[in-house]
Every structure is written in C-alpha cells, then in structure tokens.
C-alpha cells in the first residue's frame, strides 16, 4: 500500500496528471502478489484500529473482516469492537504491563 501512496494511485487516479501512474497490476506484480489481494489488503486497511489489531494479533481471520466488518461504518465498528472484545480489566492489565 505504501508504493500506492508513492506513486498516488488514489481510486483510479487522474489521467490529467503529468506524473506517469502505474496501474494496480504493476504493483501487485512488484509485491509479489496478485491485484485482488492487494485490493482486500486496501479494503482491510478501512477498519478501525482496534479492528485492525485483532487481525494482525491473530484474534480473527482476514476473511472473517473482509465478509463481516468492512461492511461496517466506523461507528459500527467501533461499537462492535467494544461490545465484542473490550474488557476493561485485561485492556487495563494490558496498559499496566507497558507503562512499568
């Protein structure tokens, strides 16, 4: 995603610019992945946060995400996420660990 934002490919881009795009394809290629991964990658990147951390953490699967949250608006989320997987006592137990 990062090479996206390099070369600014936003939505498409604008053919009006004088900078040459490269398309979605050229980029997959370059990570070594194909264009419908890097889209999912895109899509996951729209979660909140907290919703985000769960993946990477193991907690939940990406597709779980991808059929489930990112259907979501971040008010949805972020309620699910709280109604979900906050505890305040292991969040808390967590927080405590880091800051002795």
Do not use: C
Not at 20 to 43: E, F, Y
Not at 73 to 80: I, M, R
Request: a positive charge; proline letters at 4%.
């Amino acid at each position: 995603m990062e090479l996206k934002r390099i070369y600014g490919i936003t939505h498409g881009g604008s053919r009006r610019q004088i900078v040459s795009l490269k398309p979605q394809s050229d980029i997959a290629k370059q990570l070594g992945i194909d264009v419908k991964t890097m889209q999912r990658l895109k899509k996951l990147q729209t979660l909140s946060p907290e919703l985000q951390q769960l993946i990477e953490d193991g907690s939940v699967k990406y597709t779980t995400a991808l059929n489930v949250w990112t259907k979501l608006s971040p008010d949805e989320q972020h309620k699910f996420f709280n109604q979900n997987f906050y505890i305040p006592e292991v969040y808390h137990f967590k927080v405590s660990i880091f800051i002795l």
